[in-house]
């Protein structure tokens, strides 16, 4: 069973910066796309941002230029960068992976941030 751990998340000051990490539990055979999401209070599920294998990434309009993802293919791991952070990017984050054709999800972690 693949098991995703994340770290990083606690509370910070507007305009201050956190990073979360994201580590697969074991070894796997290909991870394929590696993604960050994220869900505020009544709010539904959003996309953060998402990386390709090869590197390629996406990120959504509000977090592009203030947010930064990156993977490590040789320790499993993603990573997200955060900076500039505003009280509207608190929410629970949550690390995706795509093992194969098979979908993992983190158990999510939270970020808080205060004004």
């Known amino acids: 069973q693949v098991q995703l751990v994340e770290s990083g998340g606690g509370m910070v000051d507007a305009g201050g910066s956190l990073r979360l990490s994201c580590a697969v539990s074991r070894s796997v055979a290909r991870i394929n796309t590696m993604a960050w999401y994220r869900q505020a209070p009544g709010k539904r599920r959003e996309s953060v941002a998402t990386?390709?294998?090869?590197?390629?990434?996406n990120y959504a309009d509000s977090m592009r230029g203030r947010f930064a993802i990156s993977r490590d293919n040789a320790k499993n791991t993603v990573y997200l960068q955060m900076n500039s952070l505003k009280p509207e990017d608190t929410a629970v984050y949550y690390c995706y992976v795509q093992v194969e054709y098979s979908d993992y999800w983190g158990q999510g972690i939270q970020v808080t941030v205060s004004s």
């Open positions: 990386i390709a294998r090869r590197g390629d990434t």
